[in-house]
């Protein structure tokens, strides 16, 4: 099987498994409906694909870890859905689609959210049996720390708070550590986990992943300037016009691209502990000149 053929098994696996995680569910049809329009809207699904494929490379079972990979999905979706409400960054587009607030309402949008955020440890609790409990309580407290106050939740609020300031090289690179590299680390991390990994392979798929995640936000950064919206399925010009600084800001477009190179030989190298980290790798280098 090549790279890109498991890649689309991935994908096909988590995408089936999200159509049906919700059937059967007591409770408000809108809510519902509101939940499954936002996850089930298509996507990369890069960090689901990230913790089962690190899943894999450290020996674990991956049937096993895809509830995982679609709690972090659910949480990722939650994310996005609060992201562009209009007391965020007021978007009308997501994924080629209206927004979950243009559709249902922000209420309803607000609630989609909570609900997928708390759907997500729901998923991994309930569906964690069949492997070690130590592992399963591990991988939540991975993805609780990297969603809350200490990650992307933190990151948010660093991106809210300097809309219309001049921000620093520095405070940039922390914002968006948290922001967006912290759920990709915990995604990965997560696999490495659930496959009783070592303290040593966890280190090594946390700053590979975590190189990957800075160069994925300084591409998305590039293509909020370069890229077109119908490409992208979602608003581009949006940073200049919530006056947000960013790599491009700060560095242009020359050497962010220089720099989303450097950061993807470095989260390689990172690997190189593992005996067979060529999907990982072939992965990063996949990501490199996206066009959305």
Not at 57 to 70: I, K, R, S, Y
Not at 111 to 126: H, S
């Amino acid at each position: 099987m090549t790279h890109s053929e498991r890649l689309q098994q991935d994908c096909a696996a988590v995408e089936e498994w999200l159509r049906h995680c919700f059937d059967g569910r007591d409770g408000r049809a809108d809510l519902y409906d509101a939940m499954r329009y936002s996850l089930l809207a298509g996507g990369k699904r890069l960090r689901p694909v990230l913790l089962l494929e690190t899943c894999r490379m450290c020996g674990g079972d991956t049937e096993a870890a895809l509830p995982f990979a679609c709690a972090v999905e659910m949480l990722h979706t939650y994310s996005l859905i609060h992201d562009d409400l209009p007391c965020m960054d007021d978007d009308d587009l997501r994924r080629g689609r209206p927004t979950n607030h243009k559709v249902y309402g922000e209420a309803t949008a607000v609630l989609a959210g909570d609900a997928l955020l708390t759907a997500a440890f729901e998923t991994m609790l309930e569906n964690g049996k069949s492997l070690p409990a130590e592992r399963v309580l591990a991988a939540a407290a991975c993805l609780g720390q990297a969603a809350g106050a200490r990650g992307m939740v933190g990151g948010q609020a660093l991106d809210m708070a300097g809309e219309g300031h001049a921000l620093t090289l520095g405070e940039v690179e922390e914002l968006q550590r948290l922001k967006t590299g912290a759920l990709i680390s915990a995604a990965a991390e997560m696999g490495c986990i659930l496959a009783g990994g070592s303290e040593e392979q966890r280190a090594a798929v946390r700053r590979y992943a975590q190189k990957l995640g800075l160069a994925f936000q300084i591409q998305d950064d590039m293509l909020d300037v370069t890229g077109d919206e119908a490409t992208l399925g979602k608003p581009v010009g949006s940073d200049t016009e919530n006056e947000k600084t960013t790599f491009v800001t700060l560095k242009g477009l020359e050497e962010c691209a220089r720099l989303v190179e450097q950061l993807t030989r470095e989260g390689e190298e990172a690997l190189s502990l593992f005996e067979d980290a060529s999907f990982l790798c072939w992965l990063a280098d996949s990501l490199v000149g996206r066009k959305k």
